[in-house]
C-alpha cells in the first residue's frame, strides 16, 4: 500500500502523519457527564490498544467531567461538540426527502464533502472505513462487543 504524503503533527505524546505508525482512534457513546463510565470505556479501549479517544460535549456538565476523565486516563483525549457535521448532513438528507429530491447516495456524500471533511460519514453513518480525506467510505461489519486488536 503506498501512503499519501502528510504533514506531522502531535495529539498528545501521539505522532498522526508523516511516516508515523497508523494510529487507532475511537470515540465513546457514554454520556460524558457520567465520568465514571467514560472512563470505564477509555480504559476498556486503551486495553484494546486504541491510541487517541474523543468525547462529545453537549453542556457544561459535560465540560465539568473533562477534568476527572483526563487525569484518569493515559491516552490523549479530544472532545468537541460533535453535531455540526451530523446536523449539516442531516439537512442534506431533510432537504432530499422534504422536495422530494430523489438524491442518491453519491451525490448526498458529494454536497456533503464540499461542506466538511466527515460530514459524509454522517450521510452514511454505522460502522465505516474511511478513506481520502473523509468521501471515501466504505460499510464494515460492526466490531464485536469484546474484541482484541494485535
Not at 50 to 61: A, L, P, Q, W
Not at 104 to 125: L, T, Y
Amino acid at each position: 500500500m503506498k501512503r499519501r504524503k502528510t504533514r506531522l503533527i502531535n495529539v498528545g505524546n501521539v505522532n498522526i502523519g508523516g511516516n508515523s505508525e497508523i494510529t487507532i482512534q475511537s470515540m465513546c457513546n457514554t454520556k460524558t457527564k457520567d465520568a465514571d463510565a467514560t472512563i470505564k470505556q477509555i480504559k476498556e479501549l486503551e486495553k484494546a490498544g486504541c491510541d487517541i479517544v474523543r468525547v462529545s460535549v453537549e453542556d457544561m456538565d459535560d465540560v465539568f467531567a473533562l477534568k476527572e476523565i483526563k487525569q484518569n486516563i493515559n491516552i490523549p483525549l479530544a472532545a468537541g461538540l460533535g453535531g455540526g457535521s451530523s446536523d449539516a448532513a442531516a439537512v442534506i438528507k431533510g432537504m432530499n426527502k422534504l422536495f422530494e429530491i430523489e438524491m442518491s447516495e453519491k451525490e448526498k456524500i458529494e454536497i456533503a464533502a464540499k461542506i466538511g471533511m466527515d460530514v459524509p460519514f454522517f450521510i452514511i453513518g454505522g460502522t465505516t472505513h474511511v478513506t481520502g480525506k473523509g468521501e471515501k467510505i466504505n460499510r464494515i461489519d460492526p466490531l464485536p462487543k469484546n474484541f482484541t486488536l494485535f
